[in-house]
């Protein structure tokens, strides 16, 4: 089946300690996102790719970097986590107005 | 500057019965919009969606309604089931762009 993954699904760091996220897609899609949801909040878009072309969301923090090496893959690196980045991170994809989620990365920085 | 909201943070119904979940919006450039499920610990997926040019869409027990003149959209559970507890976020669009904005959701409960 085609679709979004996100590995881990849950990841533990310590406060300060870079951590990467990584997210794969089979839909073949030339759009990837990035989104932070905080419980009971709207996701918040942090960036999106097109293609290569990086896009990034003007309050979106410097500690907060992404990589996308080729179409499938798309990684959220966060240089120095601290305790407000404690979120779901949701990676998703689209080639038209539809996005498609992956199951998200629930981050616990201790 | 909060450009798609949902005034109810939860909503209760009974098994059968009609849910009807509402999104206001405020941005008048936004001519496309979603509803998203999302069940806990996993990511949304797509429900239905809209266009500007159409009042309603249907899918199912499903139906999406948009009042332009109001910038409201509401989505209609016809006849509710258990199974449809979930967060429900709505979401807006410009076919021209890429990004979507989401409110802050709705959780529905449905009581057998």
């Known amino acids: 089946d085609a679709m979004v993954i996100q590995n881990p699904r849950y990841q533990v760091t310590q406060f300060g300690k870079p951590v990467t996220l990584s997210c794969s897609q089979t839909?073949?899609?030339?759009?990837m996102y990035w989104y932070q949801q905080k419980s009971s909040q709207a996701p918040k878009l942090l960036f999106h790719?097109?293609?290569?072309?990086?896009?990034n969301e003007a309050d979106t923090p410097d500690n907060f970097q992404s990589r996308r090496p080729n179409t499938s893959f798309c990684f959220l690196d966060i240089r120095s986590p601290g305790l407000g980045d404690a979120a779901m991170y949701l990676c998703a994809t689209s080639d038209h107005n539809e996005q498609f989620f992956g199951p998200g990365t629930r981050l616990t920085v201790l | 500057d909060q450009q798609v909201k949902q005034n109810s943070p939860s909503l209760s119904v009974q098994e059968g019965r009609i849910s009807i979940l509402n999104c206001d919006y405020t941005n008048s450039m936004f001519d496309y919009f979603l509803w998203y499920k999302k069940y806990p610990a996993e990511g949304p997926t797509f429900l239905i969606s809209i266009s500007s040019i159409k009042d309603k869409n249907e899918d199912g027990r499903f139906t999406v309604f948009l009042n332009k003149s109001a910038k409201h959209l509401s989505l209609h559970i016809v006849p509710s089931q258990p199974g449809d507890s979930a967060v429900y976020f709505c979401a807006a669009t410009e076919t021209s762009g890429s990004r979507l904005t989401f409110g802050e959701g709705t959780q529905l409960t449905v009581n057998p």
């Open positions: 790719y097109y293609d290569k072309d990086f896009n």
């Open positions: 839909l073949n899609h030339n759009v």
